[in-house]
T-cell receptor, first 110, second 113 residues
């Protein structure tokens, strides 16, 4: 079992839809959880950073962490064609390297 | 402020050759990490450096090496290139440690023929 599992998609949604992206993990020592957005042939761009469990909201983006279920989510409200990218979840125990999921490819259709 | 910069942007090499990739972190950031991203996969950790010392190493062969300079820039070297080394090589910088927010550069795309 990989440390971090993420459905690679592709996921295709109409403009304006609510998008839900998810990752599961097996290492209960993970404490830091991140979501990165990566456009084609570019480096990952940090979207959300969460420590431990709970929710965090930033504009149209909401990150949720459920440590009891070892499950994290990213919600995108009012999705736009410019949100079309690959979304990577990443996590760390703290003072350890980031462990990434495979990424989910999202297409938002106008 | 400039973000993380990497050079070159693209590189084509043949099997058996050696390659050096370069990274300049965000001003004020002292930690640099290197990742390899194969097409269709998430980034895989290769090295982390802080204050010119190696602080972490991923599961990569000894053909991979790196160093950090006094100005906190870094180089990644790969010897005896294999076809499987073809990937996007990403550099990320953070203030002090790898647990903090890491900011990625645009990457160097390496193709080994």
């Amino acid at each position: 079992q990989k440390e971090v599992e993420q459905d690679p998609g592709p996921l295709s949604v109409p403009e304006g839809a609510i998008v839900s992206l998810n990752c599961t993990y097996s290492n209960s020592a993970f404490q830091y959880f991140m979501w990165y957005r990566q456009y084609s042939r570019k480096g990952p761009e940090l979207l959300m950073y969460t420590y431990s469990s709970g929710n965090k909201e930033d504009g149209r983006f909401t990150a949720q962490v459920d440590k009891s279920s070892k499950y994290i989510s990213l919600f995108i409200r009012d999705s736009q064609p410019s949100d079309s990218a690959t979304y990577l979840c990443a996590m760390s125990e703290g003072n350890t390297p980031l462990v990434f999921g495979k990424g989910t490819r999202l297409s938002v259709i106008a | 402020d400039a973000g993380v910069t990497q050079s070159p942007t693209h590189l084509i090499k043949t099997r058996g050759q050696q390659v050096t990739l370069r990274c300049s972190p965000i001003s004020g950031h002292k930690s640099v990490s290197w990742y390899q991203q194969v097409l269709g996969q998430g980034p895989q950790f290769i090295f982390q450096y802080y204050e010119k010392e190696e602080r972490g190493r991923g599961n990569f062969p000894d053909r991979f090496s790196a160093r950090q300079f006094p100005n906190y820039s870094s180089e990644l070297n790969v010897n005896a290139l294999l076809l499987g080394d073809s990937a996007l090589y990403l550099c990320a910088s953070s203030l002090v440690s790898a647990q903090e927010t890491q900011y990625f550069g645009p990457g160097t795309r390496l193709l080994v023929l």
